[in-house]
């Protein structure tokens, strides 16, 4: 019985260090740009060692965008040249093993 709960603990202790922190945007500042514009991305887990790049995204095609600044609660990022419309904001991991489409919509000008 013993053997059996070292074993779970053991397996649960490794499970949560592999486990990486997942970037949440909550919020856009401004919510609205045009090309050029550099918003603000606020929220967490949003620092270099959890995001490797970020894009906006119409459903159907994803552009990347140039991310001027990078913290652990705030990234900030310049509009492409894109059409104007509603763009949700992706976020590639670090590890470069998904793309998590976030929360916050941008409206492009």
Not at 3 to 11: E, Y
Not at 32 to 55: F, H, P, V, W
Not at 62 to 74: A, C, L
């Amino acid at each position: 019985m013993k053997t059996w709960l070292v074993a779970g603990l053991v397996a649960t202790a490794l499970g949560l260090l592999a486990f990486q922190a997942m970037p949440r945007c909550t919020s856009l500042e401004p919510d609205t740009g045009k090309k050029g514009d550099t918003i603000s991305a606020k929220g967490e887990n949003l620092d270099k060692k959890n995001i490797a790049e970020m894009y906006l995204t119409d459903g159907s095609k994803d552009f990347p965008v140039k991310i001027s600044e990078q913290t652990e609660t705030e990234v900030k990022f310049t509009v492409p040249t894109i059409k104007p419309g509603r763009y949700h904001l992706v976020v590639l991991t670090a590890k470069r093993d998904s793309m998590i489409e976030q929360p916050v919509v941008l409206t492009v000008e």
